[in-house]
C-alpha cells in the first residue's frame, strides 16, 4: 500500500523547520527571504496606483521602505495605498522587528551560555586542575588559594608568580562560581577560577584544561550513582589511563603528578599501575576509618585531627630542608624554634619520602633531609641559630613511659552505615591484641552488608559483630539496644541520603536522642558523630560530643599533597597502626614538682622519656579545652586531670 503524499502545507512547514534549526544565519536567511516576499506582493498590490513613470522596482522599493521603517505611514495618498502601507508596516512591526530581535536575542543567550559552559580549551602552563566537582571540590580550593606557605614553595618549584587553578566538572552553571564565591576562604578569588565542562574520563575533555601541563587532582565525580556498573573509582582508574594515553600520543615523557581519590582499598594498586607518571592514591575509606579507629581508642584525638587536617586557620603540618641544620642533632634543632614544633625528619630515597616521626634525639640532620613542623604558617618556621650552635642536649634520657593497653573487650556501638563501615572494621582487625564486640544499627539489609564485607578473608574471633535491622532515629529502638552498655558510640553520616543536609541532620536527630538516655545513666562512652557539612558542627557546639568532618579532612590531605608530595607519606605513617601514634598522657605521668609550667618545660619532660609533646588538654568549666602548639613561654595551671597530647613510637 503506497503511502499518501504529504500535503503542501505540511511539507513547507518542514522545509522551513529545518532550515530554523541550523542556526542563526539560517534564520536570518528565512527572514530575509520573507521579507523580500511581502515587499514583492506590497510592490505588485500598489502598482495599479502608481504614476506612469514609477517602474515596478520603484514600487517594491516603496513596500521595503513601509516595511522596515513605520515612519513612512503618514507620507501616503490615497485610500488604497494607505491600507497596503498600513499593513506593510504592521507586519514589519512583526517580522522585520520581531524575528531579528528575537533571532539576535536568541544567538546572544546561546553564544554566553556555550562560554559559560567552558567549552573553550585553556592556555596555561604549571597550572593546577581540579577533575570532578563533589563535596570536595569547593573545599579543595579553598585550601589551596588559603595555603600561603605551601603555595610560595609551588611558585618557587614552578618558577611562576601566580597560581592558576581550573576545574573541570560535568555540568558548568552560575551556579557553581557562586557557590565558590559564597566561601569565606575564596570570596573574591573565586574569578580566579576557571572552570570547563567535561568529564575525567574523557581524552578531549583532559586536552580542554591542558591536563599534561599541570598538576592534578582527581576526585570521585557524582555523575554516578552507587549502583551503576560505572563507580567513582572506575572513572578514577580511567582517567589516569587516559593521561597515559595523551602522554603517549605527544610523545610526552615528563608526566604531571596527579593526587587521586580512591573509596575502594582494593582498587588502590591498580589505580597506581594505571599511571605511569609521579602519582599519589589517597583512600579515603582507609584514612577515615583510621582516624576513627585512633579516636576510639584514644578519645578526644578528633579535636587533634581536626585541627591538622580541617581549618587552615589552625595548625598544620609543613615540611622544609634547613641547610643550616645539617650535621647537627635532632634534639637542638627541635629547641631551635620557638613558634613550631619539630616533630620528625622525612628523607627522600629512590623519588620515595621516608618519614621518620619522634626520632632519637640524637638523630643527625642529613643533607636533603626535610624536618616536619607543627605549625599555624609557613612564616613561623624561623630557627634561632645561636641555639643550634650551642648543640648540648640539658636532659638525660629516662625509660620509656608505658602506653596504656586495653584490657576488656571494648564495646562500639555504630550508627548508620556508609562506605566507611567495612574499612573501619578492616582497621580494627590490625589491632591484634585487643578485643571488640561491635553492634551494627542501620536500616540497610543484612545481605547488603554481607555483601560489603566481602573485603575480609575472615573476621578473627576477637571481633564479634552484631547485627540490628532498625531506625535508630527512633526512640524505641534507641531504647532497645542498650546504649549504656558500651563504651564508645559511633554514629555515621549515613549514604542513603543525597543531601548533605538530609544525612546530617538525622546523625544530630539521633544523637539528642542518645543524650537524653545517657543523661541519667552513671556510664558516659565517648561518641563520635560524622558529619558532611561543616556548618553543622557550631550546633553541637553545647554537647560533649567529638565530631570528623570527612569532606574537610580528605579535601585538606588532596589539597595538602597536591602542593606537598612529601605529606602523604607523614600522614600515613602518623595514622598506621604501629610506629609514631598520638596519645595522650595525664600530667603526674611525668612526676613534675608543682602546679605551674611552661610549656618549654613540657615538652622537655616529655622528650627526656623519647616522646614529642604536642600540646596540651586541660579542663575548663565548659569542658577540655586543647591548646595545640602553645606558646613555649606559655605558663599554664596544670591540674591532675589534664593530659598533654604526645607524639610517641609504639613498639
Not at 73 to 93: M, P
Not at 259 to 264: K, L
Not at 426 to 432: A, C, D, P
Request: proline content about 4%; charged content about 25%; overall charge negative.
Amino acid at each position: 500500500m503506497r503511502l499518501k503524499r504529504p500535503r503542501i502545507r505540511r511539507k513547507i512547514l518542514f522545509t522551513l523547520e529545518r532550515q530554523l534549526v541550523k542556526g542563526a544565519q539560517y534564520q536570518l536567511l528565512v527572514v530575509a527571504a520573507l521579507i523580500g516576499m511581502i515587499s514583492i506582493i506590497g510592490g505588485l498590490l500598489v502598482v495599479p496606483t502608481n504614476s506612469p513613470s514609477q517602474t515596478l522596482g520603484e514600487a517594491i522599493w516603496w513596500a521595503f521602505l513601509r516595511l522596515t521603517d513605520p515612519g513612512y505611514l503618514g507620507d501616503d495618498q490615497g485610500n488604497w495605498r494607505r491600507f497596503i502601507s498600513t499593513l506593510l508596516t504592521l507586519a514589519g512591526y512583526v517580522i522585520f522587528l520581531g524575528s531579528l530581535v528575537a533571532i539576535i536575542t536568541t544567538w546572544m543567550n546561546r553564544k554566553i551560555r556555550h562560554l559559560e559552559q567552558g567549552l573553550t580549551p585553556v592556555t596555561a602552563n604549571n597550572h593546577m586542575v581540579i577533575l570532578g566537582w563533589s563535596n570536595r571540590t569547593i573545599h579543595i580550593a579553598a585550601e589551596i588559594f588559603q595555603s600561603a606557605g605551601n603555595l610560595k614553595r609551588l611558585f618557587e618549584k614552578l618558577n611562576i608568580k601566580k597560581l592558576q587553578l581550573i576545574i573541570l566538572s560535568e555540568e558548568v552553571s552560575p551556579f557553581q562560581m557562586q557557590e565558590l564565591k559564597d566561601n569565606p576562604m575564596i570570596g573574591r578569588k573565586a574569578h580566579e577560577i576557571i572552570l570547563r565542562t567535561g568529564m575525567a574520563i574523557d581524552r578531549e575533555h583532559l586536552r580542554r584544561v591542558d591536563a599534561l601541563n599541570a598538576s592534578v587532582i582527581i576526585i570521585p565525580s557524582l555523575a554516578y550513582d552507587r549502583k551503576e556498573l560505572i563507580n567513582p573509582d572506575i572513572e578514577t582508574i580511567k582517567c589516569l589511563l587516559s593521561l597515559n594515553a595523551e602522554a603517549r600520543k605527544f610523545n610526552i615523557t615528563n608526566l604531571p603528578y596527579v593526587v587521586a581519590e580512591i573509596q575502594d582499598d582494593n582498587k588502590i594498586n591498580a589505580a597506581y599501575r594505571s599511571y605511569n607518571g609521579p602519582l599519589e592514591i589517597i583512600g579515603s575509606n582507609a584514612i577515615i576509618s583510621r582516624l576513627m579507629a585512633q579516636n576510639i581508642r584514644h578519645p578526644g584525638l578528633s579535636q587533634v585531627y581536626n585541627e591538622l587536617l580541617a581549618q587552615l586557620t589552625k595548625n598544620n603540618i609543613f615540611t622544609k630542608e634547613f641547610p643550616e641544620a645539617i650535621d647537627f642533632s635532632f634534639g637542638a634543632v627541635k629547641k631551635a624554634f620557638s613558634s613550631a614544633i619539630v616533630v620528625g625528619i622525612v628523607k627522600e630515597e629512590k623519588g620515595k619520602y621516608i618519614p621518620l616521626l619522634n626520632p632519637d634525639r640524637k638523630q643527625k640532620i642529613e643533607s636533603g633531609d626535610q624536618l616536619i613542623f607543627i605549625s599555624r604558617k609557613y612564616s613561623d618556621l624561623e630557627a634561632d641559630l645561636e641555639i643550634l650552635e650551642n648543640d648540648i642536649l640539658e636532659f638525660s634520657n629516662k625509660n620509656p613511659l608505658q602506653v596504656e593497653e586495653q584490657g576488656e573487650v571494648n564495646r562500639i556501638l555504630i550508627l548508620g552505615w556508609n562506605e566507611h563501615v567495612p574499612s573501619l572494621i578492616k582497621e580494627l582487625t590490625t589491632y591484634e591484641d585487643e578485643s571488640y564486640f561491635i553492634r551494627l544499627v542501620s536500616l540497610k539489609p543484612l545481605q547488603e552488608r554481607t555483601k560489603d564485607f566481602g573485603i575480609f578473608n575472615e573476621i578473627p574471633e576477637r571481633i564479634v559483630i552484631d547485627h540490628i535491622v532498625a531506625d535508630y532515629v527512633r526512640e524505641s529502638v534507641i531504647k532497645r539496644i542498650e546504649v549504656t552498655t558500651f563504651d564508645h558510640i559511633l554514629m555515621l553520616s549515613s549514604d542513603r541520603m543525597e543531601e548533605e543536609e538530609e544525612a546530617d541532620a538525622r546523625t544530630m536527630v539521633g544523637f539528642v536522642l542518645i543524650e537524653e538516655i545517657l543523661e541519667n545513666s552513671n556510664k558516659t562512652p565517648s561518641i563520635l558523630l560524622e558529619l558532611a557539612d561543616p556548618s553543622n558542627e557550631s550546633l553541637l557546639k553545647p554537647f560533649q560530643s567529638e565530631v570528623i568532618i570527612s569532606p574537610m579532612v580528605l579535601s585538606h590531605l588532596l589539597a595538602g599533597i597536591a602542593m606537598q608530595r612529601e605529606l602523604y607519606s607523614i600522614y600515613n605513617e602518623l595514622f598506621t597502626v604501629g610506629g609514631p601514634e598520638m596519645i595522650f598522657r595525664k600530667i603526674e605521668e611525668y612526676a613534675m614538682n608543682g602546679s605551674t609550667a611552661t610549656f618549654f618545660e613540657l615538652e622537655a619532660q616529655a622528650e627526656s622519656h623519647g616522646e614529642t609533646a604536642l600540646g596540651i588538654f586541660i579542663e575548663r568549666a565548659h569542658g577540655k579545652e586543647l591548646l595545640l602548639n602553645p606558646a613555649k613561654d606559655l605558663v599554664l595551671n596544670l591540674s591532675e586531670v589534664d593530659s598533654l597530647v604526645i607524639l610517641t613510637t609504639v613498639y
